[in-house]
């Protein structure tokens, strides 16, 4: 134990307990940092922006609320199976399988206060205060019977390459085979074959604005709150849709 502040230059750790305030000089972290048990504030003093990194299976467990950061921009990494399952102020980024949210809590608290990144098939069940952007396969909340639990995205966000939204989203940009099976609450662009609902699942989506809807965006019987605008091509597709299927 020690009972006045401490610093933990580069590689140093505290495993004990700090009754003051704890400065850690470090810019990187792997994992879970070695921060121990501080009493008073957690300080890092790096001149550059900190990056946490998570591999694996690791989750993030840590409430950053009261941290200070000498140097803004502090960012999270998550790559592998790894998650986040508390609250993150600042910007993070998730890869291959990883997710925001361990749904096996029962508080469902992951939250992160910043923009958010998702890349390959991760996706985020918890709630996001910021831009959010989503490529490749990755989705804001899961499509599936199991009714897990999920929150959004209070911010805008963009769906890029086959990317989802099942949940709650701002405005809202959809791209490239992208789809809404969710809530856009307020306006949303349809480009590049993106769709509000889903063709050949049968799945709705909602657009609580209005909608616009380029090149072979379409429409599948999904709502929307306020007007609809299609380009001359999107309007000859989903009059060829509904030719078709119905």
Do not use: H
Request: charged share 5%.
């Amino acid at each position: 134990t020690v009972s006045q502040n401490a610093t933990f230059n580069e590689y140093s750790a505290n495993s004990g307990t700090v009754i003051g305030d704890a400065t850690f000089t470090r810019s990187t972290f792997i994992n879970s940092p070695p921060i121990g048990n501080i009493i008073g504030s957690i300080i890092f003093s790096s001149q550059t922006p900190v990056i946490f990194t998570l591999y694996e299976d690791n989750i993030w467990n840590f409430d950053t609320t009261n941290w200070v950061f000498s140097t803004t921009g502090q960012s999270w990494n998550f790559y592998g199976t790894s998650s986040n399952s508390n609250i993150i102020i600042g910007n993070a980024n998730f890869y291959d399988t990883s997710y925001n949210s361990n749904y096996d809590n029962i508080t469902y608290n992951a939250l992160i206060s910043g923009n958010t990144s998702f890349y390959n098939y991760s996706y985020n069940l918890g709630k996001v205060i910021g831009f959010s952007i989503f490529n490749n396969y990755s989705s804001n909340g899961i499509n599936s019977i199991s009714n897990i639990p999920s929150f959004g995205i209070d911010g805008d966000a963009i769906f890029n390459n086959y990317s989802w939204n099942f949940n709650n989203v701002g405005n809202a940009i959809f791209n490239n085979f992208s789809y809404n099976a969710g809530q856009v609450n307020n306006n949303a662009t349809f480009n590049n074959s993106s769709s509000n609902g889903k063709i050949y699942e049968q799945l709705g989506g909602i657009v609580t604005g209005s909608a616009t809807f380029n090149n072979t965006a379409y429409n599948w019987n999904s709502y929307v709150g306020g007007v609809s605008y299609f380009s001359i091509e999107a309007a000859e597709f989903n009059l060829y849709l509904s030719s078709y299927y119905n």
